[in-house]
């Protein structure tokens, strides 16, 4: 009979050591694609066994011993018995004698398989920068780390990402055969190319907590999963790139606006605005680790790139007792400060923001106006929203339920959209 605990296993072993198993067929193959198949395919087999035959004393080894001599197979029936094969076959104790490829007992193999700590690091760094490959679209890269670093499932994926789970797996499926096309190495990239590729790595990780600390669309504000997901990768590349700033800014980011997570939202899940929230409920943990990963970031000395930036922004509110004793015009000048090292129309948009509460409604709603005027952010809700509020402040009423009411139309999140409808409801 099956034992159930079997599966928990291979789910549990699945999650926590996928992202090695793959990186480390990888390096053996030089196939990334095909490794990630290997992968699955192991993880197919450990579902039948364990289950059966009890799980192993070395799962993680089991799991890679099962992937390789699948690759073994894989050669063989593509007519490799080249080099890369011998090489393989001789790794594994094979010589010539093996017979269908499959392991009798991957348990005996795995017993004795030991993880190199600085290979292990090696194969996930290299891991990380392919998933997240410039040539990949902004969708697939975030699918595909998801997926091969994260250890999640398509399903898990798909409704993270609010997609069906088709689409999940038809992203995936392209973006291996475009690595492919491009023949992108399986390596740490050079240190000519490093700092380009690692902003497009950083870029993942972030969007992918973004959309997890406030849901772009669904029933909730927060999806947990996902903002966790982003900060176990974050303190992954932190550990793996230890004298890169911005790896720690971000981190640093991520933690300090996570501690915000608990007071966010009240017992029936609807948002909770920042002036309205129990500080007494943010995760001091968190912060202490955010300011330690901030101060790792400062200690550089080569100044805070654009997440350092944020993460000092959210140092300042993470500090401040009350809304009324943050520090606004210090974070004014942060936000000036991250216009001129990385423009975009949020960063002004939250400057407003800061300007209107340093220095009133009047200051901030030219800087609003100006972006209204250049047609910025056209689909999002955030603009008209920010525009209500300053007007609501300066006695505009009826311009303000306008922008309200727009704001209210864009928005895709039901617990946002519900707070706006409050405020609508407020004027009356």
Not at 69 to 77: E, G, L, P, S, V
Not at 129 to 138: A, D, E, G
Not at 164 to 171: D, I, S
Not at 365 to 390: C, F, K, Q, T, Y
Request: with cysteine.
């Amino acid at each position: 009979m099956a034992d159930p605990t079997g599966r928990a296993a291979v789910a549990a072993a699945w999650r926590i050591e996928s992202a090695r198993i793959v990186g480390a067929l990888a390096r053996y193959t030089g196939d990334f694609a095909l490794a990630e198949d290997l992968a699955q395919e192991a993880l197919a087999e450990a579902l039948v066994t364990w289950p059966r035959d009890g799980v192993p004393r070395n799962p993680a080894g089991w799991l890679l011993t099962v992937g390789r001599r699948r690759a073994i197979d894989a050669f063989r029936r593509r007519s490799a018995l080249d080099d890369r094969y011998a090489a393989l076959a001789h790794d594994l104790g094979e010589g010539g004698a093996v017979s269908g490829g499959s392991p009798a007992d991957p348990t005996r193999e795995a017993e004795d398989m030991l993880w190199d700590p600085d290979r292990i690091d090696d194969d996930m760094l290299a891991l990380m920068f392919v998933s997240c490959h410039p040539v990949l679209s902004r969708e697939a890269r975030v699918a595909l780390t998801l997926r091969v670093v994260g250890g999640l499932t398509s399903d898990e994926i798909a409704r993270a990402c609010l997609v069906p789970t088709a689409t999940v797996q038809a992203r995936i499926t392209r973006a291996k055969k475009t690595l492919q096309a491009a023949r992108v190495p399986f390596e740490v990239p050079p240190a000519r190319d490093r700092a380009e590729r690692l902003g497009s790595v950083l870029s993942v990780v972030y969007l992918i907590f973004t959309e997890g600390s406030s849901a772009s669309s669904g029933a909730d504000l927060i999806r947990f999963d996902l903002a966790g997901e982003a900060q176990r990768l974050a303190r992954v590349l932190s550990r793996l790139m230890p004298d890169e700033p911005e790896v720690h800014g971000l981190l640093a980011l991520l933690e300090l606006t996570a501690a915000r997570f608990p007071a966010r939202t009240g017992p029936d899940g609807r948002p909770v605005l920042l002036e309205q929230q129990d500080r007494r409920r943010w995760d001091r943990a968190a912060i202490r680790r955010g300011r330690a990963a901030l101060a790792r970031a400062e200690r550089a000395g080569r100044g805070l790139g654009a997440y350092g930036l944020q993460a000092a922004i959210a140092e300042c509110h993470a500090v401040a007792p009350s809304v009324a004793a943050t520090d606004w015009e210090r974070i004014v000048l942060i936000y000036e400060a991250l216009g001129r090292l990385a423009p975009s129309p949020v960063v002004d948009l939250n400057r407003a923001v800061a300007v209107s509460m340093a220095r009133g409604p009047a200051a901030a709603l030219p800087i609003v106006d100006g972006l209204v005027a250049a047609g910025a952010l056209p689909d999002s809700h955030l603009l008209p929203s920010v525009r209500g509020e300053l007007l609501v402040r300066l006695g505009r009423t009826g311009e303000a339920r306008t922008e309200l009411e727009r704001a209210v139309r864009l928005c895709g999140n039901e617990r946002e959209r519900a707070v706006l409808e409050g405020k609508l409801a407020d004027l009356g």
